[in-house]
């Protein structure tokens, strides 16, 4: 079974571009969760999708962050336009079911704003 | 709002010793807890998890932790430190929401 799967796995753009960050959770898994670790900091939660609804956005930073998942399958996380702070690891993560399931993780895409 | 600390960015341990490594939480409810590891170029894997049963909880590759209420913890231990086991614990308590609220996480070093 396929695990978690993010693309790309590394991106370095400039200040001011846009970036779309794809995750693929497992197959089946209605729960998907979008996380950002800033360097030296702790990972954060930053939205949660049931199937193509978004369950909880209270961590998005911002607006020029915009996250979809378009038919409940794969979603994307767009950043728009990028700025320095958006430096970091972003984590998605998938669960089958709402509680206390665990949440598979994917590999992370490394993000550098320059 | 629950939250998390995790005692010591960086520890070392010889290989062979033994590995703790320090988690306390807080939380206005009974917790779920997690210990997560991230080894170099890989995503994050659960170790275990603690969800009101037991109160000592085994997980992967040796690993253990042991839940206390009273002392709001939730230490990570492996009584044998091996070379392998050098990567980057994180400790996480589960939300109301669902998501996770993580610690600041360990980076453990295992010297030969």
């Known amino acids: 079974e396929a695990g978690v799967t993010q693309f790309p796995s590394h991106s370095v753009i400039e200040k001011g571009q846009t970036v779309t960050l794809r995750c693929d959770p497992i197959?089946?898994?209605?729960?998907l969760y979008w996380y950002r670790r800033v360097m030296g900091k702790e990972i954060k939660f930053l939205l949660h999708?049931?199937?193509?609804?978004?369950?909880?956005e209270s961590g998005m930073p911002n607006n020029r962050f915009l996250a979809e998942r378009t038919g409940g399958t794969y979603s994307t996380l767009k950043v728009q336009p990028a700025e320095l702070e958006d430096s970091g690891v972003y984590f998605c993560?998938?669960?089958?079911?709402?509680?206390?399931?665990?949440?598979?993780f994917g590999q992370g895409t490394r993000l550098t704003v320059v | 709002a629950q939250s998390v600390t995790q005692l010591g960015s960086h520890v070392s341990v010889s290989e062979g010793a033994l590995v703790l490594l320090r988690c306390n939480y807080s939380?206005?409810?009974?917790?779920?807890l997690f210990w997560y590891v991230q080894y170099p170029n890989q995503g994050l894997q659960l170790l275990l998890k603690?969800?009101?049963?037991?109160?000592l909880v085994k997980g992967i590759n040796g690993f253990e932790a042991e839940f206390k209420k009273s002392e709001t913890s939730f230490h990570l231990t492996k009584p044998s430190a091996h070379m392998s086991d050098a990567a980057e614990y994180f400790c996480?308590?589960?939300?109301?929401?669902?998501?996770?609220?993580f610690g600041g996480g360990t980076r453990l070093m295992v010297k030969p």
């Open positions: 996480a308590v589960r939300n109301a929401g669902n998501m996770l609220t």
């Open positions: 999708f049931v199937k193509e609804s978004k369950q909880d």
């Open positions: 603690y969800t009101s049963a037991a109160t």
């Open positions: 939380s206005s409810v009974p917790p779920y």
């Open positions: 993560a998938s669960s089958q079911r709402t509680g206390v399931t665990e949440a598979f």
């Open positions: 197959s089946g898994h209605d729960n």
